[in-house]
């Protein structure tokens, strides 16, 4: 599913930095691809709560920030450039660039995960506080994108942030992996039943798209960031997969995946430089590559791990 998501993102992206909206990718674009992030949130929550069983999230939580902070390095000539003064530098270190937002508000979220599910604990009320926190923000932050759509524009990270998106949807993985933990995936809704209502909830996506492009035109402003029906399709999304039984991948999707999330920018920008501007081969190139280096950095460490295996030193 992450390598889908993936794909998604970098497509959206393609379209986006290669300014081409058209009809048809303004009703993919807002129609579908904008419940990517929130369902990569979810998935993240749900890893949240296994992780946490396993006594290891606090080693989690060094290893995300020390991933954003390299990945934003990395793109430091990019992002920097456009910085007028210390506090836009400030906050964009905060609430993440382009595509980093997304890692950069999983690190404000999990606090709040931690608080809530703490307050639960201590009030014995359980995963409540933190449900009806992740309610509230979500409606918070919807309201704010609306506002900013129908009345008056506002900061993109006032609505867009690691409070008030991230956060919902982690607490709402979070609260399904536990389900699942307790009763077993058959305490989900069958599988027919939730891919019938995200393929349903998807048509009516793409009506609100088409409506509202013969309304306003085609132009990344004529939605909200996260339109309403955004956010149940991204959970619909998240648990239809979940109730799929697929066998072992033989290749690690994981690291492809990732590799495409936070290389497809750079091969974009590559791409537009040599005046590549087709939206379907700058998605190529921020697809094939970041495969390409991934399997050739696994190759390189089982380089490395060759001579310790026959050392004998290899840990499991």
């Known amino acids: 599913m992450k390598l889908l998501l993936a794909l998604g993102v970098a497509f959206g992206h393609a379209i986006l930095m290669q300014n081409q909206l058209k009809p048809w990718s303004y009703?993919?674009?807002m129609g579908l691809l904008r419940g990517l992030v929130p369902t990569f949130?979810?998935?993240s929550g749900y890893s949240i709560y296994v992780t946490q069983k396993r006594g290891k999230l606090d080693a989690w939580l060094k290893g995300l920030i020390a991933v954003y902070l390299f990945w934003m390095a990395f793109y430091l000539p990019v992002w920097f450039r456009d910085m007028s003064g210390f506090e836009q530098v400030v906050q964009t270190l905060v609430f993440g660039t382009m595509h980093?937002?997304?890692?950069?508000?999983?690190?404000l979220a999990l606090p709040l995960m931690?608080?809530?599910l703490w307050l639960g604990r201590k009030t014995g009320t359980g995963i409540w506080p933190m449900?009806?926190?992740a309610l509230i923000l979500a409606l918070t932050g919807s309201g704010l994108a609306y506002w900013s759509y129908l009345v008056s524009p506002l900061p993109l990270d006032l609505h867009r942030n690691g409070i008030t998106v991230i956060f919902p949807f982690a607490a709402a993985g979070y609260a399904v992996a536990m389900l699942v933990d307790q009763r077993g995936r058959e305490a989900l809704p069958s599988a027919r039943a939730l891919w019938l209502a995200m393929i349903l909830l998807g048509v009516l996506k793409l009506g609100e798209s088409a409506i509202v492009m013969q309304v306003y035109g085609v132009s990344i402003r004529t939605l909200p960031d996260l339109?309403?029906?955004a956010i149940p399709f991204a959970l619909l999304m998240f648990l239809a997969f979940l109730r799929l039984d697929l066998p072992r991948a033989p290749v690690n999707l994981g690291l492809w995946s990732a590799s495409i999330?936070?290389?497809h920018i750079l091969m974009i920008l590559i791409a537009r430089h040599f005046g590549i501007m087709s939206i379907w081969a700058t998605t190529l190139l921020g697809i094939i590559m970041p495969i390409l280096l991934a399997i050739a950095f696994e190759k390189v460490m089982a380089m490395r791990r060759r001579p310790q295996a026959e050392?004998?030193?290899?840990?499991p």
Do not use: E, K, Q
């Open 27 to 29: 009703l993919i674009g």
């Open 227 to 229: 339109p309403i029906l």
């Open 114 to 116: 931690l608080a809530t």
């Open 100 to 107: 980093l937002w997304y890692i950069a508000g999983l690190v």
């Open 311 to 315: 050392r004998g030193v290899v840990r």
């Open 261 to 263: 999330y936070f290389l």
């Open 131 to 133: 449900l009806g926190a």
């Open 41 to 43: 949130s979810a998935i």
